[in-house]
């Protein structure tokens, strides 16, 4: 039987015999004749709730979307919106990223929920996605903020003006994998 998740707690299951049901999962109903003429919890039912325990699909209220970078299958909020990343993916404080644009390499200080086209760049006025190197990356992206890594060092400690934050929109940055210019933390 294969299992087909539908989005809002229905799922699709095609039986050995080529029969097409529709099952409601935490309604524990189904479209088969086991469950309408006989009312018992059919194995429509019970196979959706066991692919959902081993991963295979979504449980209700999540969806399966592949992760921007590398395409694994990813489940999450029905409604989340924008670009998803796997685990290895991910960004979080501190990770190492590349720029597609130019090869830099930065660190990420920020992730956050707002998108590319609703952040405005101080400086000018404009938003994240409105800033001429940014038209290759959709508008409606999250931003995250990063500083370049070679802050310049006085004597007397860091210069500020060197470890300021240059927002992006999140697809513009790869990741770097974990271990390599990671700085370490206080
Ligand atoms: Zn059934
Ligand atoms: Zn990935």
Known sequence: MSVLALGEGLYEVESASDHTYLVDLEGGRCTCPDHVFRGVRCKHVRRVAIEINEGRTPPPGERAVGCHDCGETVFVDE?????????????RSGDTVVDRETGDRLTVVDVSDLRADAVRIQATGDSVADYATNENYASDVPVVG???PHATVAPNGVVPESLRVYVFPRTRLEKRPAGRGRPATA
Do not use: F, I, Q, T
């Open 146 to 148: 990063a500083v370049y």
């Open 79 to 91: 409604n989340a919106a924008g670009p998803v990343y796997c685990d290895r993916h991910a960004l």
